[in-house]
């Protein structure tokens, strides 16, 4: 697991910026050398500092040193780059599916707008743009707005600002896009990614189930379904997606095997907040959803086994309300992943997909009723004032799970503390109950650790943060706080 992320510095230009179009393809060395002093031009014409992080700021694309850095400048790029290459390939199946026969051309010039306002989107992304408010028919327009026009002068372009909110308003513009067209608002830009995420992995699916069929009401047992889960979210920084796969396979068949990567581990913890000895009331779980796919799927394993052993009573899942982040869950990713597991030909497949329907009929799975607010660029800190129901919802539950890289992210306000920061310290007062983190490690934000473990791995590796290699399974006593 240690070695498969490419360095940083490697990748840095992989896409090249608009203004980066280079004359010279035939000899190597010019090239290198003529990419190394455009970079160094955009780096002084957007003042970025040849800097890491530092301690206590918030992530952002003017360090150069940075995770968000190679975000902005080689990640995001990518994205809408293969977004725009694929509505340009599917033209005709999307003029087909989306528009009545008799305005196939008026949809395929409203096609053709969109893919200009993604270029437009890219350009202004890779020259540093201020952001732009929302104008058309965006149920959040207003919140959005507010936000942009609240931000100081100096942090309200993608490389100025800190780096949570770029990305945050690239997602959201991206889906604007579409939402405020006529033929394509239902489309989603990463329906077929994220279908595939779940078809592509069967075996492992089948697997996880086999694996869980017979299992004990111990804490022991209970462990060993959050590390899967841990290790089923899904590795987007990753050079290389098979690993993924090979390492949850390595996971089913030795649950200890990446113990060492665990960095810290509150599993019993968790455990004892969710004892199921204690006299029974209504206990509901809330789980703050992240990937679609195989991730998904083990959510609704450990959603089952929190029913079935009695922990929860009730598990409400939290999905986005429109496309967000490639392969963030939907409501209809949630439904359409439920209808392919029962309608699947494996009988063991098809046997869960209707199990978890039926929970979801009897009310022992819940989806939420969708809120903006996990759309938003905000930090949780602020979803007591931002969207108070939201926050009062989430006290009502024993438990709040979060999922994956971004809501680590929101939940420490994109700020990179010193790693061994006590974890409640850094929520800055964001504590509606009992809360449990699941996430691989995948950008410079954490917090928690033992003294002395960060600086260890980084000695080992300086990479160790960025790699998607290290996981957490955090929790935060809400009761001890508050006396619940
Ligand atoms: O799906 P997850 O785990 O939230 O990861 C997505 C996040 O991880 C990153 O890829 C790395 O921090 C971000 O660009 C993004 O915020």
New binding site residues.
């Given amino acids: 697991m240690e070695t498969s992320n490419p360095s940083k510095e490697a990748l840095v230009g992989e896409e090249p910026s608009e203004e980066d179009e280079e004359p010279v393809k035939s000899d190597p060395d010019h090239s290198q050398t003529l990419s190394r002093v455009l970079r160094a031009e955009f780096d002084s014409r957007y003042n970025i500092v040849d800097l890491q992080t530092p301690l206590n700021a918030f992530m952002s694309g003017q360090y150069k040193k940075s ?1 968000a850095y190679y ?1 902005l400048r080689s ?1 995001l790029p990518v994205i809408l780059t293969n977004v725009i290459d694929t509505l340009t390939r599917d033209k005709s199946e999307l003029v087909a599916q989306f528009a009545p026969h008799d305005f196939a051309q008026a949809a395929r010039e409203e096609l053709k707008i969109v893919i200009g306002l993604i270029s437009r989107l890219k350009y202004e992304l890779q020259t540093d743009k201020p952001f732009q408010s929302f104008t058309g028919e965006e149920p959040d327009r207003e919140a959005w707005n507010t936000f942009i026009n609240h931000l100081p002068n100096g942090e309200r372009s993608f490389y100025r600002g800190c780096s949570l909110h770029a ?1 945050c308003y690239l997602h959201r513009k991206l889906y604007s896009f579409v939402e405020n067209s006529i033929f394509l608002k239902s489309y989603d830009f990463f329906a077929k990614i994220k279908e595939h995420t779940l078809v592509d992995r069967m075996d492992d699916i089948l697997a996880l189930t086999k694996h869980t069929r017979r299992s004990d009401n111990s804490v022991e047992v209970f462990g060993e379904l959050l590390k899967i889960n841990m290790w089923s ?2 590795n ?2 990753s050079s290389d997606p098979e690993e993924d796969k090979k390492l949850n396979f390595k996971v089913l068949q030795d649950v200890g095997a990446t113990d060492e990567y665990i960095i810290v581990n509150h599993a019993e913890e968790i455990w004892n907040c969710l004892d199921n000895n204690k006299p029974k009331k209504l206990k509901q779980v809330d789980v703050i959803l ?2 679609t796919g195989y991730e998904l799927f083990s959510d609704f394993v450990l959603a089952e086994y929190l029913i079935e052993k009695a922990l929860a009573n009730k598990v409400r899942f939290h999905v986005k309300a429109h496309p967000w ?1 490639v392969t963030d869950v939907t409501e209809r990713d949630f439904r359409w992943t439920l209808e392919y597991l029962s309608q699947h030909a494996d009988y063991m497949i098809s046997l869960m997909g209707k199990k978890f329907l039926q929970f979801l009929e009897e009310g022992k799975f819940e989806l939420a009723p969708v809120s903006h607010f996990w759309t938003s660029p905000h930090a949780f800190y602020s979803m007591l004032q931002a969207d108070p129901d939201l926050y009062s919802s989430l006290q009502q539950s024993k438990l709040v799970i979060f999922k ?4 680590y ?1 929101k939940l420490l306000q994109d700020v990179c503390w010193n790693s061994s920061q006590e974890t409640s310290a850094c929520l800055r007062g964001f504590l509606p109950t009992n809360i449990c983190v699941l996430r ?1 490690v ?2 410079e934000i954490i917090c928690g650790l033992e003294e002395g473990v960060g600086e260890a791995l980084a000695t080992k590796n300086p990479q160790w943060m960025v790699s998607g290699n290290y996981g957490v399974i955090q929790f935060v006593d809400g009761a001890r706080e508050f006396g619940y």
């Fill in positions: 995770f975000t990640r990305e979210i899904s987007d920084v992240d990937n982040f994956g890289e971004l809501n992210r691989r995948k950008s």
